[in-house]
């Protein structure tokens, strides 16, 4: 195997430990965003309706939940993108490529390991746009985070079903020809 490779190979070995780590830092940040509505919406309630807008205690508390329940989300998503909620692995990205990635040496090892890469990053991608759109609703200006967040959100999906995503767009315009 040669030196690159092996590398990768041996980064993507850790990509488990970084998703176990990503969940549990997703839901503290849950937490702690349905603390923040609930704090929110007691010094609404104490100090009058103008204090707090109830769409910033609304959007706080929903992505909160969001987060908590993280891989549920992810799996909503990937089914209203792909109508699957099962996250696909690297094996479906070589599928209709015949003998031509798999004939050279180690490069099915490589691919793996990038495909994991890819999908850590979708997974961050999507926790980052949920926190763009609970950042959307401030009144300092936050509306122009719809925008980021929904890419983020819709990009992260993409990047966490990569090897479905990848096949569709190769089966797109292999018809084009």
């Known amino acids: 195997m040669s030196e690159p490779v092996s590398i990768v190979v041996q980064l993507a070995a850790f990509i488990g430990d970084f998703e176990s780590l990503l969940r549990s830092i997703v839901f503290l940040i849950g937490l702690i965003l349905i603390l923040h509505a609930l704090r929110l919406a007691g010094r609404r309630f104490d100090i009058g309706g103008s204090s ?4 910033k205690i609304f959007m706080s508390f929903c ?8 891989p ?8 209203t993108f792909f109508g699957s909620n099962r996250v696909s692995d690297s094996s479906d990205l070589l599928a209709y490529g015949g003998n031509t990635v798999t004939s050279i040496q180690d490069s099915g090892q490589a691919i793996e390991a990038i495909v994991s890469f890819i999908q850590l990053i979708g997974f961050i991608a999507i926790a980052r746009g949920l926190l763009f759109l609970n950042d959307a609703v401030s ?19 993409l990047a966490v079903n990569f090897p479905t995503f990848f096949s569709m767009m190769a089966n797109m315009f292999a018809e084009l020809h």
């Not at 707090?52 to 769409?55: F, I, L, S, T």
């Not at 549920?72 to 089914?79: G, N, R, T």
């Open 63 to 70: 992505v909160g939940a969001a987060l908590m329940a993280f």
């Open 72 to 79: 549920q989300w992810v799996a909503i998503l990937l089914s």
């Open 52 to 55: 707090v807008p109830m769409a």
């Open 139 to 157: 009144p300092n200006g936050g509306s122009r985070l719809w925008g980021p967040g929904i890419t983020f959100i819709v990009s992260g999906t």
